[in-house]
């Protein structure tokens, strides 16, 4: 890339062509504010190829993938610390705070029955599916009282705490070519038990996307925990392992 100082260069033409004869060839000044808008000009599309490395990076291999889109389908569970018309919020094991947005299609259960919102109560554990923004699910599906042994499930995680160190560790079986940030975010139904999968053995943070990966198994991205943040799900929805 050239420097500003390199747009000496381009100096405006002289005042007289050099075909006058007999008057004297003129020269001007460099401006300074037409260097300074050359260099920023010049600077400009370096700033492109950062931004446009950044976002290929953020698709995957190929291209063809997206593995840390956000909004994508997850969810958590958690006991209910409030209830509005709207809403709700739940504590996690691990002490994250969630809010939860109903919406008019979600759909919820009360253990393996078909319930009504009324059925979300304070104190009440829940299982929530939907789509995740940060803190914030929008639910598809809650189930209170889900089949999940929480205190089990939440012994296995690792909570943020202060001050905090980073776990790096690795438990079960870890895809041989998996890749952090590779694979192909997926939804609906396999979205749902990938998310459930990974909730009952691994209770306390929040499921931000599920990603199909090249061997036909999940890596389920769990945050709001110190470990895990990748839980490994098999094609028929068996937790195998996990690492950070």
């Known amino acids: 890339m050239k420097s500003p100082s390199d747009t000496s260069r381009h100096d405006e033409s002289p005042a007289v062509s050099q075909h006058q004869p007999g008057r004297t ?14 260099g920023v000009a010049l ?13 290929s990076a953020s698709t995957g291999s190929g ?13 958590s569970v958690g006991t209910v610390t409030g209830v ?5 919020t739940v504590s996690t094991p691990a002490g994250e705070k969630l809010t939860v947005k109903k919406a008019s299609s979600t759909v919820y259960d009360k253990g393996t029955s078909r319930a009504a919102a009324s059925a979300v ?9 939907g789509k995740v923004d940060s803190t914030t699910i929008t639910a598809s599906q809650v189930i209170v009282a889900p089949s999940i042994n929480l205190s089990k499930a939440s012994a296995n995680v690792v909570a943020f705490k202060q001050p905090n160190v980073s776990e790096s560790k690795s438990v079960g079986q870890i ?5 952090q940030g590779t694979g192909t975010i997926v939804s609906g139904t396999t979205a749902t038990k990938a998310t459930e999968a990974a909730l009952t ?12 990966l090249s061997n036909g198994e999940y890596e389920v991205h769990n945050i709001g925990v110190n470990w895990p943040h990748h839980i490994f ?9 996990a690492n950070d």
């Open 25 to 38: 060839k003129l020269r001007r000044r460099p401006s300074s504010k037409r260097i300074l808008g050359v």
């Open 201 to 212: 053995s691994y209770a306390g943070g929040v499921v931000d996307r599920v990603v199909r």
């Open 233 to 241: 799900v098999t094609s028929d929805y068996k937790v195998v392992g």
């Open 63 to 75: 291209g063809k993938s997206n593995a840390r889109s956000t909004n994508a389908a997850g969810g």
């Open 175 to 179: 895809p041989a070519s998996y890749k």
């Open 84 to 88: 509005s018309a709207s809403s709700f």
């Open 43 to 55: 600077c400009v599309p370096a700033l492109g190829v950062g931004l446009a490395t950044q976002a």
């Open 121 to 129: 109560t304070k104190g009440k554990v829940v299982l929530v599916l």
